[in-house]
T-cell receptor, first 111, second 112 residues
Framework: DSGVTQTPKHLITATGQRVTLRCSPR?????VYWYQQSLDQGLQFLIQ???????AKGNILERFSAQQFPDLHSELNLSSLELGDSALYFC??????????FGSGTRLTVV | TQLLEQSPQFLSIQEGENLTVYCNSS?????LQWYRQEPGEGPVLLVT?????EVKKLKRLTFQFGDARKDSSLHITAAQPGDTGLYLC????????????FGPGTSLSVIP
């Protein structure tokens, strides 16, 4: 157990639908990062939150949004889903430059 | 745009062999991290190197950060089946230390 908790582990949904992925960071970590991993794109940075505030944005689509709550858990909302959104979505947390601790991911399948 | 390249993309070796994987960029990084990822799981941090020329050893794994802080290598001695996985390097930006960019990975398969 890495200390970063992601739910659900698997999600199957239809095109056009909306889903919410949840992440609880490691105790004491204020930063939460969301990554998308697909076979052809590798691990792509989506967005970072630090202590409730958006800190950095990567290749996140306008159909996707995220937030971090006062208890530091974070949610990634994916809407108007397309087949190409099928991927593994990872959440990670960190303290400074020591590196990331990743959760076990949510596998999203859009059918 | 900062990019990290890794080579080789795929590597299949026999148990007991040695191997080296490489991570290269045209950009300078403040630190570089190596992760190993197993199928269906999140990447697990192996090491972080921060000083140009730094060498770190973790049992049979040796990590080196290039003098110019643009490249890194991972050497595995006497590979074991348990070393099988996707090895990812990740560079932290000099201007924004907490914005990390990942390379595409090297998929290693160690055959018993």
């Amino acid at each position: 157990d890495s200390g970063v908790t992601q739910t659900p582990k698997h999600l199957i949904t239809a095109t056009g639908q909306r889903v919410t992925l949840r992440c609880s960071p490691r105790s004491g970590d204020l930063s939460v990062y969301w990554y998308q991993q697909s076979l052809d794109q590798g691990l792509q940075f989506l967005i970072q939150y630090y202590n409730g505030e958006e800190r950095a944005k990567g290749n996140i689509l306008e159909r996707f949004s995220a937030q971090q709550f006062p208890d530091l858990h974070s949610e990634l909302n994916l809407s108007s889903l397309e087949l190409g959104d099928s991927a593994l979505y990872f959440c990670a947390s960190s303290v400074g430059m020591e590196g990331y601790t990743f959760g076990s991911g949510t596998r999203l399948t859009v059918v | 745009t900062q990019l990290l390249e890794q080579s080789p993309q795929f590597l299949s070796i026999q148990e007991g062999e040695n191997l080296t994987v490489y991570c290269n960029s045209s950009s300078v990084f403040s630190s570089l991290q190596w992760y190993r990822q197993e199928p269906g799981e999140g990447p697990v941090l192996l090491v972080t190197v921060v000083t140009g020329g730094e060498v770190k050893k973790l049992k049979r794994l040796t990590f080196q950060f290039g003098d110019a802080r643009k490249d890194s290598s991972l050497h595995i001695t006497a590979a074991q089946p348990g070393d099988t996985g996707l090895y990812l390097c990740a560079g932290a930006s000099k201007t924004s230390y907490d914005k990390v960019i990942f390379g595409p990975g090297t998929s290693l398969s160690v055959i018993p």
